[in-house]
């Protein structure tokens, strides 16, 4: 099986996180969005204490909640100790509602506007990851304005291709995101920030891309941004307290992917940091990461019932599942990968060829393509491993089609998180 997190049960069904799949399904209803606390928990300890162990007091780790956000998953992350990411008011409110601690939460996003600048300082945001210097100066006068001094850290790009879905990176000089140290740009940030009088500098961001698996892109970022700190320190006598190295460590979601040990991967990050640091007589930044799809992707599990199976002769074998691109648009947008199982009859040799494809009036609506599974009949089960990051956060109503709910499987037992969305919530909006 693809995690150990997944198994066979006795009678043939698939089991996640120590449950039978099936019955979640009749007890649930389906589409269905499964996710294993006691995965997350663990995922989020093993960044604690690699921050921890490897860097100077302060260095924790950030969940970046744009892969999964819902007011469950803020309170995992304050009982375990960590800060969050959000990226929009929305995120943020939830966050807030669900209790987080705001001096731990971070801003980030490409464009904050006036309103969500003042939403964020009203509801005491710890510290804003800045985008570009009007943003910068827009939360100085708001800031003033409140009488505050705001924490602020800088969002760099370091120009580097992570080898990664090009929609998903953004690390090189041509993102839309952050101000690059080649053109001078995050230097002239640097300087802006430092006179601006209700801005506390905290230190510098870098987020380079998503699902990488390679070690050399963030070693390479690391090194980047720790030259570009002795630069700074060296024309500005401004000492960066913190870097903040960003999201993007790959997940398995075939068997062809590597798996990778987080913990090993910091320790690679930290040894690269130190060198540079000791060499330049640098003193060692507070490291803070922002992992988002290494926390929850294999964490969660997606489940559906069958309804028709098409065989296209000389072309393709269609199994119809009650879901699709709503619940999971990450085959249509980037043609990710998928592991599938017929969690009614996991024992059976996975020998169909079969095309899962989705309910909504689109040919592109196909959760995955030509994958090999057991024969499935109509009310059948299909499990849709590894999607716990960016599929209930970037579900949508295409078709009105309702969203799924999402259980929590915990070691005390199952608990729904997030409700289904039922037809009146469809039209809730409707005047
Ligand atoms: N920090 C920043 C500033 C980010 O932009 C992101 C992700 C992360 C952290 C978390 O990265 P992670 O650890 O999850 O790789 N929707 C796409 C992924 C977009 C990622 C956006 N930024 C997908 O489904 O693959």
Redesign the pocket.
């Known amino acids: 099986m693809l995690s150990n997190n997944i198994s066979v049960g006795a009678n043939g069904n698939l089991t996640f996180a120590g449950y039978n799949t099936v019955e979640l399904a009749q007890k649930y209803g389906t589409p269905l969005y499964l996710m294993d606390e006691t995965m997350i928990r663990e995922r989020m300890r093993v960044y604690k204490k690699a921050l921890a162990d490897f860097f100077p007091n302060g260095s924790v780790p950030?969940y970046?909640s744009?892969?999964f956000s819902c007011k469950r998953i803020y309170q995992i992350a304050a009982e375990e100790g960590i800060n969050v990411?959000v990226?929009s008011p929305g995120e943020l409110y939830t966050a807030f509602k669900a209790g987080f601690p705001m001096e731990r939460c971070f801003f980030?996003s490409n464009n904050k506007t006036d309103a969500d600048i003042e939403f964020a300082i009203n509801h005491g945001i710890g510290c804003f990851?800045v985008d570009n210097t009007d943003e910068l100066t827009a939360i100085d006068s708001i800031a003033k304005k409140h009488s505050i001094n705001q924490r602020v850290i800088l969002?760099v790009t370091p120009g580097i291709d992570p080898h990664t879905?090009k929609?998903?990176s953004?690390g090189s000089e041509e993102s839309k995101?952050g101000m690059s140290i080649k053109t001078g740009d995050a230097e002239k940030a640097v300087k802006i920030a430092l006179k601006l009088e209700n801005i506390s500098l905290e230190g510098l961001?870098c987020?380079i891309?998503?699902?990488?698996f390679e070690s050399d892109p963030f070693v390479t970022a690391a090194q980047l941004m720790t030259e570009f700190m002795v630069k700074i320190r060296n024309e500005y006598s401004y000492t960066t307290e913190t870097l903040n190295l960003?999201?993007?460590?790959?997940v398995k979601y075939v068997e062809n992917d590597p798996e990778i040990d987080y913990y090993e991967r910091i320790r690679e990050v930290a040894q690269k940091v130190k060198n540079i640091c000791e060499n330049e007589n640098f003193p060692m930044p507070k490291i803070l990461m922002?992992?988002?799809?290494?926390?929850v992707?294999d964490a969660g599990m997606t489940l559906y019932t069958v309804g028709g199976v098409k065989e296209v002769k000389g072309y393709k074998n269609y199994v119809s599942v009650d879901g699709g691109m709503t619940d999971n648009p990450?085959y249509a947008?980037?043609g990710?990968q998928y592991t599938i199982y017929n969690a009614t009859n996991a024992d059976k040799e996975p020998d169909y060829v079969a095309t899962i494809a989705g309910r909504c009036c689109e040919s592109g609506d196909l959760i995955q393509e030509d994958v090999k599974i057991a024969k499935p009949e109509r009310n059948d089960i299909i499990a849709v491993a590894t999607t716990g990051?960016?599929?209930y956060?970037?579900a949508s109503n295409y078709n009105r089609v309702a969203r799924p709910p999402v259980v929590m499987l915990s070691e005390n037992g199952d608990y729904l998180a997030v409700k289904r969305e039922t037809l009146d919530d469809l039209i809730k909006l409707d005047i």
């Open positions: 950030e970046a744009k892969a990411d990226v980030h990851v969002r879905h929609k998903i953004t995101f961001h987020h891309g998503s699902q990488i960003g999201g993007g460590f790959g922002e992992p988002g799809r290494s926390l992707a990450r947008l980037y990710s990051a960016y599929n956060s970037m």
